[in-house]
C-alpha cells in the first residue's frame, strides 16, 4: 500500500468513528412549517379584436393596467333576415384573467359593479349595455362558461371554488351588440342606440378574493 | 439554434406573468381570534407584492356573513351594516400604502373586545389596488381587485352547539339539515360511515363543508351506497365543530330488497 492510499484509509476511518461518537449522543430535532391560509389577487387584462363573424380566432393584445376603455363608438348597421338593426360598439372587447394565488386554503371570488358616470339625462348606464360572460378556462379542452349578465344585473355574483376546480377564472367583457340575446333575457340588456345621449359612460367592476 | 428557442421560451415563462398589474398576496387570509371580554389584541397582517411593478393599496374594513346554500358563498357589507360586526371594535393602520416590486407590508391592527363578549364577532380587512382608473372622457370600465383577511373574533370557550335534522333517504341519497345553535360561526366538518351489525365499516366518505352562521340552518346530503346487501347498518355521521367539539349522529337502517331502506333515528350525546 502506498502513502496517499495509506492516508485515505486512516482518513475514512476516522471519519466512520466520529460518526459513530456522533449517534452515540443523538439529539432528536423536531422539525415543522405551518403553511398559511393565505390568499392573493392579481388580473391580467387583454384586449381582443379582429375576431371573425362568431367572434372567435380574435388577436390578443396584452393590456397595461385594468382600466378598459371602449374609447369613441362606431355605428354597425345592416339587416338580419330583412330586419334592419344598428348600434353602436367598438370593435373589441376584452378578457379578464383573474389569478387567485393562495396557500393552504380555498379560495372564492365574488364580482360586482357599478356606474360610476354617464351624460345628464342619460336613463341607462353603462351597466345595462355591457356584458360579461365568465367561464372556467379548464387545463385542457374548451372553456365552461358559468355565466352571462349585464353588468348592472351582476349584484353581488359569487363564483365558488368548486365551479373551478382544474382551471381558472376568466371574464369576457364588451359592448352588448343584441339586446335580444337569450343569455341576457330578463336583465334589460340595450345596445348604444341613437337614442341614448352622446358622452363619456364609465364604470367600476370590483373583483373579491377572499378564503372561503 | 434549439437551446435558443428553450431560453427564449423560459424568459417567456418567468416574465409572462409580470405583464399583469401589481399583485398581492395576503400572508393570513383567515384570522381567527378567541377573546375574553374586555380582551386588547394587538397584531398584524402582511401583505405582499409579488410583482416587480410598485403597488399602491388602500386598505379597508367591511362586514361579511356567510349566504345560503352555506357552501362559503359571502356577501359583504360596508363596516357597521352586517350582522355580527366587528367593525366598531378593530383599528387598523395604515390605511394607504405603496409597496415596492417584491416587497411586502405589515398592518398593525388593534381589536378592543367589548366587555360583554357573548357572540362572534366578524369583518373582513381588505386590501385594494388603486389603478389610474379608467381616463377622464373615455366609455369604458375601470376593474378593481381586492383580497381580503376574514376575521373571526369568538368568545374563549364558546359553547359549540349545534343539531342535525330533519334525515330522511330519498331519490338515493341521504339529506338532512344542520342547525347552528350557538353564539358563533360553526364550520363543521362533517364525515360519515356506514357499519354493519357485526361492527365493519362497509362505507364512509366526507361530507361538503359547511360555513354556517349563528342560529341558521344549512342543508346536507350525500348518496347512499348501492351496493351494500340486505340486512341492518348503522350509519353514524360526526361533525367536528372545532375546539374538539364534536357532534356524533346514529341512525339504524334496514336494507330489505333492492334500494328499499328505511331509518330509524337516535342521539347520542
Redesign the interface.
Same mark, same amino acid.
Not at chain 2, 25 to 30: A, H, Q, T
Not at chain 2, 71 to 76: E, I, Q, R
Given at each position: 500500500m502506498n502513502k496517499r492510499l495509506k492516508v485515505l484509509a486512516i482518513a475514512g476511518i476516522a471519519l466512520v468513528g466520529s460518526a459513530v461518537l456522533a449517534m452515540a449522543a443523538t439529539t432528536t430535532f423536531q422539525v415543522s412549517a405551518v403553511m398559511p391560509a393565505a390568499t392573493g389577487a392579481s388580473a391580467a387584462v387583454n384586449k381582443l379584436s379582429a375576431c371573425d363573424t362568431n367572434g372567435q380566432n380574435c388577436t390578443w393584445t396584452p393590456q397595461a393596467g385594468t382600466a378598459l376603455g371602449f374609447g369613441n363608438l362606431s355605428l354597425v348597421s345592416g339587416t338580419t333576415n330583412g330586419v334592419a338593426y344598428s348600434y353602436f360598439a367598438p370593435g373589441y372587447f376584452y378578457a379578464i384573467d383573474v389569478a387567485s394565488t393562495g396557500g393552504a386554503g380555498k379560495l372564492d371570488i365574488t364580482l360586482s359593479y357599478a356606474d360610476t358616470a354617464k351624460p345628464t339625462g342619460q336613463t341607462s348606464g353603462l351597466g345595462k349595455k355591457t356584458s360579461i360572460t365568465y367561464v372556467k378556462v379548464p387545463a385542457s379542452g374548451p372553456e365552461v362558461q358559468l355565466g352571462k349578465k349585464v353588468l348592472s344585473a351582476l349584484g353581488t355574483t359569487s363564483i365558488s371554488n368548486t365551479s373551478l376546480t382544474g382551471g381558472y377564472f376568466r371574464a369576457y367583457l364588451g359592448i352588448v351588440t343584441n339586446a335580444n340575446d337569450t343569455d341576457l333575457t330578463g336583465q334589460g340588456a340595450e345596445t348604444f342606440s341613437l337614442s341614448d345621449v352622446a358622452g363619456t359612460y364609465s364604470g367600476t367592476l370590483t373583483v373579491t378574493y377572499t378564503l372561503v | 439554434m434549439r437551446n435558443n428557442i428553450f431560453v427564449v421560451m423560459f424568459l417567456f415563462i418567468v416574465f409572462c406573468?409580470v405583464?399583469?398589474? +401589481?399583485?398581492?398576496?395576503?400572508?393570513?387570509?383567515?384570522v381567527v381570534l378567541s377573546a375574553s371580554g374586555g380582551e386588547h389584541i394587538n397584531k398584524s397582517v402582511t401583505v405582499?407584492n409579488?410583482?416587480k411593478e410598485q403597488a399602491q393599496v388602500r386598505v379597508y374594513w367591511e362586514d361579511?356573513q356567510y349566504?345560503p346554500p352555506y357552501?362559503? *358563498?359571502?356577501?359583504?357589507y360596508p363596516a357597521g351594516v352586517g350582522p355580527a360586526s366587528a367593525s366598531k371594535f378593530i383599528n387598523y393602520s395604515p390605511q394607504e400604502i405603496s409597496i415596492p416590486p417584491f416587497g411586502k407590508e405589515k398592518i398593525d391592527y388593534t381589536i378592543n373586545v367589548p366587555d360583554q363578549f357573548d357572540k362572534g364577532l366578524y369583518g373582513?380587512l381588505?386590501?385594494e389596488?388603486t389603478? *389610474?382608473?379608467?381616463?377622464?372622457?373615455?366609455?369604458?370600465?375601470?376593474?378593481? *381587485?381586492? +383580497?381580503?383577511?376574514?376575521f373571526f373574533i369568538e368568545p374563549k370557550a364558546a359553547a359549540r352547539e349545534s343539531a342535525l335534522d330533519k334525515i330522511e333517504i330519498k331519490d338515493g341519497n341521504v339529506s338532512g339539515s344542520f342547525v347552528n345553535k350557538s353564539s358563533i360561526t360553526l364550520i363543521p366538518r362533517m364525515v360519515y360511515y356506514f357499519m354493519e351489525d357485526e361492527g365493519m365499516v362497509k362505507d364512509r366518505g366526507e361530507l361538503?363543508?359547511l360555513?354556517v352562521p349563528s342560529g341558521e340552518t344549512a342543508s346536507w346530503s350525500f348518496p347512499m351506497p348501492t351496493d351494500l346487501t340486505g340486512g341492518h347498518y348503522t350509519l353514524v355521521i360526526n361533525a367536528d365543530l372545532g375546539d374538539e367539539n364534536v357532534l356524533t349522529k346514529e341512525i339504524a337502517l334496514t336494507k330489505a330488497g333492492s334500494n328499499q331502506w328505511s331509518l330509524n333515528i337516535g342521539d347520542t350525546p
Open positions: - | 406573468p405583464m399583469a398589474e +401589481a399583485q398581492l398576496f395576503i400572508e393570513d387570509g383567515k405582499v409579488t410583482s361579511f349566504q357552501d362559503g *358563498t359571502k356577501k359583504f373582513v381588505f386590501f389596488q389603478g *389610474t382608473g379608467v381616463k377622464k372622457d373615455v366609455t369604458g370600465v375601470n376593474i378593481v *381587485t381586492r +383580497a381580503g383577511a376574514l361538503k363543508n360555513y
